[in-house]
DNA sequence: ACCGCTTCTTGATCTGTATCATGGCCGTGT
DNA sequence: ACACGGCCATGATACAGATCAAGAAGCGGT
């Protein structure tokens, strides 16, 4: 049993941990990231009040199902989490990793019903905030307002930006981009920016980037090879940023 | 010069032609489909008060270009949009086709600046809806502020769906599904789903789905010769929606 | 009605990535 | 400590679609 303690401290610990379901935004060191309001205390609390903090998911452990009911959006306190979806024919396509500060579960507002799944990939800490709520809030709360179609809207641009790179670019550029993207979210939450540890599988990220599990492979072992990246199984070290990013730069 | 009426006329006319900038929701054949609220006179004239409409845009003409400062959403009334980013290196990746009663450029809301543009693939009518207008008046009215979430709740999913299918799908399958699409979308209006005019470009359409003109047409050929579709430049007629749908069916 | 430009089609060849196959490694449970 | 199962790396080969090339068809302008 490996302790990854770090994980589950990464966001700002309870003052009083008794009670679980007692959440504390205006302490959590994610709130400038997660749902940046003007730092209004009445607001705050008023949010606070309908986010809803349950026990952590487990390694594998399942947030939601595509098909089932919509009833709340989940922010990430700590761990990682993959959305995916399952196509017809049974195989799945994963839409995006979300790590701690980040928001997902948008895409079950349209049909009251998720249309992708989302699965812990280590042991993650989820708030979730049931939408009917923040909807009603969000009504008189015109910052509030305001975020959340901003979020959706980071998040349409977010997947036109996969999709360009899906059509556009070779594995090499696929692969250096989605580790600078990994980059630069850590470096967001003030974690190393150069050395840091893949949650996902290599599975997963071929599966992201619509490449084989070899193909990622070989892309690592070639960056490697031309020393830009030290790679140590999901431990990675980016060598020479300038490198990567030239790599990458011909996607958008 | 090629009379394209009925592109124009799919929108009601207006009732009074000589103010351009009087907009008639109530009785535009669109509005079902567009922003279909729930029918309440009080809440459609309110709305019908902040939208504007401006001369048609001719063929190749911009609607915004990626940068730019985001001031409104568009509904195109008639003819036909595409949406596209140009990447770092100067291509251009086409994220979207708009029809009649469908709404783009939501993607600028999150920095307040287009991230992508828009162009008129043929002459068409838009309606410009002022997005601080709208933000005002969606707080006020809980159906309209809801109708907007699921508007861009769609055009997430919508976008997971293009992700697949560049990421698994054959270019068969890809030209398929996008066929299906654009037939489904014209029975919501009404028109025929089993024969119908591409707007775009055969160019764009590969662009769209990450492939080469080439292709495109070589696909456009096979299913001319298996008998499940007849082409005729931008003409095409679906002869087996059956064997289209097995074509497409891989795709999610 | 004609010219020139753009768009489309079709063929020949090339190539990046998938696929197939195998062996090593690592982490987990007994 | 060991064995098993999933995960990862690497080589050999295959193939879908890109690229290169050339001509045909459509379209707008004069």
New binding site residues.
């Given amino acids: 049993?490996?302790m990854r303690l770090q994980d589950v401290s990464e966001a700002a610990p309870l003052r009083s941990c008794t009670h679980e379901y007692k959440v504390n935004c205006e302490t959590c060191r994610l709130s400038r990231i997660c749902l940046p309001l003007a730092i209004n205390h009445q607001d705050l609390e008023q949010l606070e009040s309908i986010i809803q903090r349950s026990k952590p998911l487990q390694r594998n452990e399942l947030l939601y199902h595509e098909g089932t009911p919509f009833q709340s959006i989940y922010a990430v306190r700590s761990g990682a989490v993959k959305g995916y979806r399952t196509t017809s024919d049974g195989r799945e396509q994963v839409t995006g990793f979300y790590f701690p500060g980040e928001i997902l579960g948008m895409d079950g507002i349209s049909n009251n019903s998720h249309a992708s799944s989302a699965r812990a990939l280590e042991t993650s800490a989820i708030c979730a905030i049931p939408f009917d709520s923040l909807e009603r809030l969000s009504a008189s709360m015109p910052s509030l307002q305001r975020h959340l179609f901003q979020l959706m809207s980071r998040e349409i641009t977010d997947d036109q930006l996969l999709i360009t790179l899906l059509s556009k670019n070779?594995?090499?550029e696929r692969v250096a981009t989605l580790l600078l993207s990994i980059a630069n979210r850590n470096a967001r939450r003030n974690l190393s920016a150069s050395q840091f540890r893949l949650p996902m599988?290599?599975?997963d990220i071929?599966n992201y980037l619509?490449?084989?599990?070899?193909?990622?492979?070989?892309v690592?072992?070639r960056m490697q090879k031309t020393g830009m990246l030290r790679?140590d199984?999901?431990e990675i070290e980016i060598l020479d940023q300038e490198a990567l990013q030239q790599a990458a730069n011909l996607a958008a």
């Fill in positions: 049993m490996s070779s594995a090499d599988s290599r599975v071929g619509g490449l084989t599990v070899e193909t990622i492979s070989r690592f072992s790679v199984n999901k």
